[in-house]
């Protein structure tokens, strides 16, 4: 579960805190402070590469997780950890070589 989403869970148990049921309750704050504390286990990212990826993004004008996956996947694919292109098995290639 996302953080967006827990975080809209909490918001919505907030406005009927007297009406839920306390296991219902209980389940969501435990769920809320693992993702909490999991938060401090992410990669971390010197400033410097921090504002020049905020530098790249806002050039190309998109948001910094479609760059950082954008950047995975090229590298993925340069060290020949992702297929440059998927190719159906019963495909045939036409041309001359």
């Known amino acids: 579960m996302r953080r967006l ?25 435990r769920r809320a402070a693992m993702i909490l504390g999991n938060e401090d286990s992410g990669s ?5 590469v ?7 993004a806002a050039e190309r004008q998109v948001s910094k997780p479609k760059l950082l996956g954008s950047i995975v996947t090229q ?3 340069v060290n020949s950890h992702l297929p440059l292109y998927k190719m159906e098995e019963n495909s045939s290639l036409s041309g001359a070589s």
């Open 75 to 77: 590298w993925l694919i």
């Open 5 to 29: 989403q827990i975080a809209q869970e909490l918001l919505q148990a907030s406005d009927r805190t007297a009406e839920m049921p306390p296991g219902e309750l209980k389940v969501l704050l």
């Open 44 to 48: 971390q990212i010197d400033s410097f």
């Open 50 to 56: 921090e504002e020049a990826l905020d530098g790249v």
